[in-house]
């Protein structure tokens, strides 16, 4: 029998053996549960994310950076060849209609005026020769006094110092003319926008020196992806913002598609009209321009949703007991981490989005992440 002196001993061990009891029913309790749970999901499916796409209406947005410029740009020429001694005007300057962009030496084509002067002056003395020995010719032969010989070379010689005046003031004309190449002049106003000489500089006729952005409409002109125009908008209104000034918008329509696709950018250039050009709209000027879609449904999901079937696109369906299978869709748009959908899903329906490349028609896995699609 325990003496008093055993006591303590004995509540110890009464309270450990109590205290392994409660741990060994915790424990019970605890196997239990992850029986339960373990018997809640089959053993050895594939885990996979799914999601239940919803119908949205969307706006396809396909902003794009373009420039502003001239819808008329003009190649300014001299009409002549020769030497530049003087330049008027700089890139970015503003030029009227008539101002006078750069000189030539006018000296040999002053030379050849002053030829041309002296031509014609002879041509009228030889002409007035020609008219006194017709007169007298003519008179001759009124009376007899002369043949039907002279009077005929009295005719042919008169014609023919007419014909040498006619032709001498021809000449004189165009040298007068060409005088005037060497001033090189504008006929509209506008901005010189790029220059290729300098004084001292030979240049030849029609040679460009100047290109001018005339006065007058405004273009924004845009280098858009081929592919965006396989599905252009029925729309050809286009809205354009200053890139710089958010606040600067003005609205253009289509007017003109280049024939040529860029071989290394795959782009083709758009020019679009700008019906009231804004005054901050400067030539050069960056802008972003967007059309205007008509809204359509489609479903959405994400990209890791899609897969392949015979070369197609395709996703894979869950039934209610989660069992996959491979359904071919229509493709929309591919859109910033989603694609865009017209045919191939229903409402209600829901798609793997994660672990596609591991699946197979028929197969049952179990769903890891529920929920709705973007």
């Known amino acids: 029998m325990p003496t008093n002196d055993d006591e303590p001993h004995v509540l110890a061990m009464r309270r450990g053996a109590s205290l392994k009891v409660c741990m060994a029913s915790v424990a019970l309790a605890l196997l239990a549960n992850g029986a339960v749970r373990a018997a809640d999901q089959p053993t050895g499916l594939l885990r996979v994310a799914a999601a239940m796409p919803r119908r949205q209406y969307l706006v396809p947005d396909l902003p794009l950076t373009g420039t502003i410029q001239a819808r008329v740009l003009s190649n300014v020429a001299f009409q002549t060849s020769g030497r530049v001694t003087r330049r008027n005007v700089e890139v970015g300057q503003h030029v009227n ?12 084509l002053q030379a050849d005026l002053v030829s041309a002067e002296a031509a014609l002056n002879s041509a009228n003395a030889q002409l007035t020769e020609a008219q006194k020995n017709f007169d007298r010719q003519q008179s001759l032969l009124s009376s007899g006094s002369t043949t039907r010989e002279r009077f005929d070379q009295a005719v042919a010689a008169l014609r023919t110092g007419e014909a040498q005046v006619n032709s001498a003031q ?9 005088l005037t190449y060497s001033e090189l002049t504008v006929g509209r106003g506008g901005v010189i926008v790029s220059r290729t000489i300098e004084v001292g500089q030979v240049v030849q006729s029609g040679q460009t020196v100047f290109a001018l952005a005339e006065d007058g409409p405004r273009d924004a002109v845009f280098q858009v992806p081929e592919v965006a125009l396989t599905k252009p908008p029925n729309d050809r209104t286009v809205d354009i913002t200053l890139q710089s000034m958010p606040g600067v918008t003005a609205v253009g329509s289509v007017r003109e598609i280049s024939p040529i696709l860029d071989q290394t950018t795959g782009t083709v250039t758009v020019k679009i009209g700008i019906e009231q050009t804004p ?6 000027s960056a802008v972003i321009g967007r059309a205007r879609w008509e809204s359509s449904p489609a479903f959405v999901i994400p990209w890791s949703a899609m897969f392949s079937a015979n070369g197609k696109p395709a996703v894979w369906v869950l039934d209610a007991v989660n069992t996959v299978s491979l359904r071919e869709v229509v493709v929309k748009d591919y859109l910033t981490g989603v694609v865009a959908l017209t045919d191939g899903l229903k409402e209600g329906e829901r798609v793997v989005t994660s672990g596609v490349q591991l699946l197979y028609p028929g197969q049952q896995v179990v769903v890891a992440v529920d929920g709705a699609a973007p």
């Not at 209609?97 to 040999?108: H, K, M, N, S, V």
């Not at 021809?170 to 060409?178: H, K, P, S």
């Not at 005054?279 to 050069?284: E, F, V």
């Open 97 to 108: 209609a008539g101002d006078i962009l750069a000189l030539l030496d006018p000296t040999e």
């Open 170 to 178: 021809a000449a004189l004309n165009t040298a007068r003319e060409r």
């Open 279 to 284: 005054p901050g709209m400067t030539l050069g």
